[in-house]
């Protein structure tokens, strides 16, 4: 079955860099492009970035613009989160996920299909 594990989650200052990745198996990883999303408590799962299948940047979030950049690495089936300059705000769980074949990962959560267990990202003042 389709598995899509996070790591690399944990305690920041702000200001600071962590590296997300997500090793994914059980799908065509080449056919999907691949995002991220992030939920806060109390808060929606907010949209963060999307890589396309050829490893091009899509889209993001306006909250992370400059500061997040996506990668992915098709033949290790891994996609990467490099978070930096981190603020208090960023902390929330992490989510990678696989956006359905034939469709832009830039079209909202419910165009991706399968999902990890998210990591949680806690970032101090």
């Known amino acids: 079955q389709v598995q899509l594990v996070e790591s690399g989650g944990g305690l920041v200052q702000a200001g600071g860099s962590l590296r997300l990745s997500c090793a994914a198996s059980g799908l065509a990883f080449t056919s999907h492009p691949m995002g991220w999303f992030r939920q806060a408590p109390g808060q929606e799962r907010e949209f963060v970035i999307a890589?396309?299948?050829?490893?091009?940047?899509?889209c993001y979030g306006d909250s992370v613009k400059g500061r997040f950049t996506i990668s992915r690495d098709n033949a290790k089936n891994t996609v990467a989160l490099q978070m930096n300059s981190l603020k208090p705000e960023d902390t929330a769980v992490y989510y990678c996920?696989?956006?359905?074949?034939?469709?832009?990962?830039?079209?909202?959560?419910?165009?991706?299909?399968?999902w990890g267990q998210g990591t949680q990202v806690t970032v101090s003042s």
């Open positions: 890589v396309s299948r050829q490893g091009a940047t899509l």
């Open positions: 996920a696989a956006a359905r074949v034939g469709y832009s990962g830039c079209l909202g959560a419910q165009n991706y299909d399968y």
